[in-house]
């Protein structure tokens, strides 16, 4: 099977704040690279149908492409689902449940901007958009002690399927920050895939040669990503050139985090 790529988003949005900003796309920048993805045969897929096709247990359609967004943005409702429901694609949502609109007693953490509500998720889960887990408050997993990190992915997880009233199989790391240790209670938690981030194409062949689907790799997209570099990276081409910074400033911060981990765990 041949890389398939998988755009990672956040807020779709003409006006988002300064705090989503860097990571958000103008609707009609996210219009035009859907338009696209159509016009180049590609098919858009859910999280949960790669991580199926990777582990050799199921197909995929011929050009696929795997579209995801993280957080739950309220913008993704206005301006993100009526172009892909207008296409007839599918893509994945990953939502932090404590930060919803109407999260009521179960609200946590704090929300970059306005946040979905409840039913907003049901009408994009019934147009064919899978749901997906992003924890319950949006820590950082990978510096959690173990109940917490349990808590943290369980109770989005059980959230979800309570309100859905169907599985949730995949999740996406908060800041795509995971560990062995994290990816652990991720299998323990009942996820069958999850996302990071990592800037690259997943590889595509089977057992210890493939893909980790607890660590899926996805490529960002962003507000000054311009047609021909998201042309290009949805090919597959030239994608180590593109992200070159963000996967020294990934490997980089990654041994940082180890080490506070450790020293974290050594103070308790």
């Not at 199926?52 to 995929?60: E, P, S, V």
């Not at 207008?86 to 953490?109: C, H, I, K, Y």
């Not at 493939?210 to 490529?219: D, H, Q, S, T, Y």
């Amino acid at each position: 099977m041949s890389a398939v790529p998988v755009l990672m988003y956040h807020s779709v949005n003409p006006r988002p704040s300064a705090a989503t900003r860097r990571l958000a796309v103008h609707p009609e920048a996210f219009a035009a690279q859907m338009a696209l993805l159509a016009d180049h045969g590609f098919t858009p897929v859910t999280v949960s149908a790669l991580a199926a096709a990777l582990r050799g247990a199921g197909t995929l359609p011929a050009r696929p492409v795997a579209i995801t967004f993280d957080d739950g943005y309220a913008d993704f409702h206005e301006h993100a689902l009526p172009v892909l429901a207008d296409r007839g694609f599918t893509a994945t949502v990953f939502v932090t449940t404590g930060w919803l609109a109407d999260a009521g007693e179960t609200a946590a953490g704090r929300p970059l901007d306005r946040m979905l509500t409840w039913s907003q998720i049901r009408e994009a889960a019934a147009e064919g958009v899978e749901i997906g887990g992003h924890s319950h408050s949006h820590p950082q997993l990978d510096q959690l002690p173990g109940t917490a990190l349990a808590e943290e992915l369980t109770r989005s997880k059980d959230l979800l399927e309570q309100r859905l009233g169907r599985p949730v199989a995949a999740m996406a790391y908060p800041y795509g920050y995971s560990s062995r240790r994290v990816r652990r209670a991720v299998a323990a938690a009942g996820y069958r895939s999850a996302c990071a981030v990592a800037n690259r194409l997943p590889r595509g062949g089977r057992g210890a040669r493939g893909e980790n689907v607890l660590a899926l790799p996805r490529l960002t997209v962003r507000w000054d990503m311009g047609p021909e570099t998201f042309a290009r990276i949805v090919h597959g081409r030239g994608v180590l050139r593109t992200y070159a910074l963000d996967r020294a400033l990934t490997k980089g911060y990654a041994v940082v985090r180890r080490a506070r981990y450790a020293a974290r765990r050594a103070r308790r």
